[in-house]
């Protein structure tokens, strides 16, 4: 969805590295998301983000860590990237209000070697 | 603990043919569900969404069912295209105290061949 954009698309890096992941959104939505999908595994949330100064953790939040720059801007870093962290991740967005669609942003693959 | 199951796992068909899908949970207290689907190397975009209220709904050649009271789902699509290959997602979501908490399940992979 072009309304929700990521970057980098792919990434390789190596274990111990520190990474970020971008995620922009023109959809004017208050609430972010990020989310890991493994597979044979549903996605699963890593934080989300209910306004800029509102920030939770997922259920599988250790060793991730957020920042809300703006309403439009959400970022995922892994401190110190391990193998175990290979995923493809998404990014996305809803209101706060109706019954939370979320819209997704076409996702980063992640290779941590 | 709140589980949404699909099945089956992966499914095949010819183009043309129709084919259903299903979803079983048990997430709680149930607020709405929907199916999204997700082409390769995409994110997933919604297909229909579902409330408590509702038994069928349909978009185009997709049409979804809602059993709450056995905690079913099923989504039948209707002569199958070759863009229908991907992966259909079932989420549930739960209204609880602390808001609206989504689970979703595995995916049904499927192909449409020629």
């Known amino acids: 969805d072009a309304d929700v954009t990521q970057t980098p698309r792919n990434r390789i890096t190596k274990t111990g590295k520190r990474i970020m992941l971008e995620c922009s959104q023109t959809?004017?939505?208050?609430?972010m998301y990020w989310y890991r999908q493994d597979p044979g595994l549903g996605l699963r949330l890593i934080y989300y983000s209910f306004d800029v100064k509102d920030i939770n953790k997922g259920e599988i939040s250790d060793g991730y860590s957020v920042s809300r720059q703006a309403q439009a801007k959400f970022s995922l870093s892994l401190e110190s990237a391990i193998p175990n962290q290979t995923a493809l991740y998404f990014c996305a967005t809803s209101l706060s209000r109706g019954f939370n669609e979320q819209f997704f942003g076409p996702g980063t693959r992640l290779t941590v070697l | 603990k709140n589980q949404v199951e699909q099945s089956p796992q992966s499914l095949i068909i010819l183009e043309g043919k129709n084919c259903t899908l299903q979803c079983n949970y048990t997430v709680s207290p149930f607020s709405n569900l929907r199916w999204y689907k997700q082409d390769t190397g995409r994110g997933p975009v919604s297909l229909t969404i579902?409330?408590?209220?509702?038994n069928t709904k349909s978009n185009g050649r997709y049409t979804a069912t809602l059993d709450a009271d056995t905690k079913q789902s099923s989504l039948h699509i209707t002569a199958s295209q070759l863009s229908d290959s991907a992966s259909y997602i079932c989420?549930?979501?739960?209204?609880?105290?602390?808001?609206?908490?989504?689970?979703f399940g595995t995916g049904t992979q499927l192909k449409v061949e020629l």
């Open positions: 579902m409330t408590f209220s509702e």
């Open positions: 989420v549930v979501n739960a209204l609880t105290g602390g808001g609206n908490k989504l689970t």
């Open positions: 959809k004017g939505h208050d609430r």
